[in-house]
């Protein structure tokens, strides 16, 4: 089935601090998606991006899907942003379709 | 805001008891999803349904767990019998595939412990 590795596993920030998270995946995909989940544990859905560049605000993702890889852009980091960032596919083909498979997340720590 | 809804929030059972979870989906959604995240394994795919129908669970034991969409309202996650093993949050998303896609929508999860 498909891969996906994120990198770094860990991250430690001072506030205001910009950062870039990676997600690389094996194979094709007809979606992609990044998630924090919060300290209280909540998934939440930041962008969907299987391919090209979104923005909201100090959060950027951008996925060449040609070379297997997704980069969510945090700037000007806060407290808030604390918590685990997932990447998440869903493959084209065979068994993969359908299935959405998650990394193993980047914990993300924000110091004021 | 549309949100998928989950219940109970948190349940905490004694090892051999049936524990139903419950998922309301997002209206209108197509494709609903059931996760299990422990620390150790991370969000692990147990179970999904497209149109109510099931496609996939080969992430459940099958001899305890059962997934179900009695209607496009309602989805269960039932363990039976529960065992120390299982305690985990349980996750439910849904979204819409083939239409305007904006990914997959997830629950606030049900924490279980088993005692």
Redesign the interface.
Known sequence: GIQVEQSPPDLILQEGANSTLRCNFSDSVN?L?W?HQNPW?????L??IPSGTKQNGRLSATTVATERYSLLYISSSQTTDSGVY?C?VEGVYG?SQ?????G??TKLSVKP | DARVTQTPRHKVTEMGQEVTMRCQPILGHN?V?W?RQTMMQ??E?LA?F?NRAP??DSGMPKDRFSAEMPDATLATLKIQPSEPRDSA?Y?C?SGL?GGA??????G??T?LTVV
Do not use: E, W
């Open positions: 979606n998606q998630f544990g909540q998934l939440i859905n962008f969907y997932f998440a068994g359908g299935n959405l498979i998650f193993k997340g | 494709t999803f996760y991370g969000l795919l999904y497209r496609l996939d949050v996750f998303a595939l896609n904006y990914g997959y929508t997830f606030s999860g924490r």
